[in-house]
Nanobody, 127 residues
């Protein structure tokens, strides 16, 4: 069975950094696969954060995190990362990774298109 497990969340002060990891097991990646990060704050809809093609090289980001967050991957380790710098209180949320297929850039931003999700990891940013 496919498993996506996030780690690396925690509590930091505004301006600090965290790196999230998402380890994928039980899945053989294909040429059309993408990995994405979403987040959900209390009382809010699940929000797209970033995406990258598994066999691509560059990420795509929502405007609110552009220039602060970086999505990357290590194909040999079946792991995708989200480096988060200059964190703001507004970044506080549960962060989820998800696997999808046959999309690119903004076309990957709809959470309803994803069937495989991790359990989530909490990120809390205090002012």
């Amino acid at each position: 069975q496919v498993q996506l497990v996030e780690s690396g969340g925690g509590s930091v002060q505004a301006g600090g950094s965290l790196r999230l990891s998402c380890k994928v097991s039980g899945h053989t990646f294909s040429i059309n696969d993408v990995m994405s990060w979403f987040r959900q704050a209390p009382g809010k809809e699940r929000e797209f954060v970033a995406t990258i093609r598994w066999y691509g090289s560059s990420g795509f980001y929502t405007d609110s995190v552009k220039g602060r967050f970086t999505i990357s991957k290590d194909n040999a380790k079946n792991t995708v990362y989200l480096q988060m710098n200059s964190l703001k209180p507004e970044d506080t949320a549960v962060y989820y990774c998800a696997q999808g297929t046959s999309c690119s850039g903004d076309g990957c931003s709809d959470a309803k298109k994803y069937n495989l999700w991790g359990q989530g990891t909490q990120v809390t940013v205090s002012s």
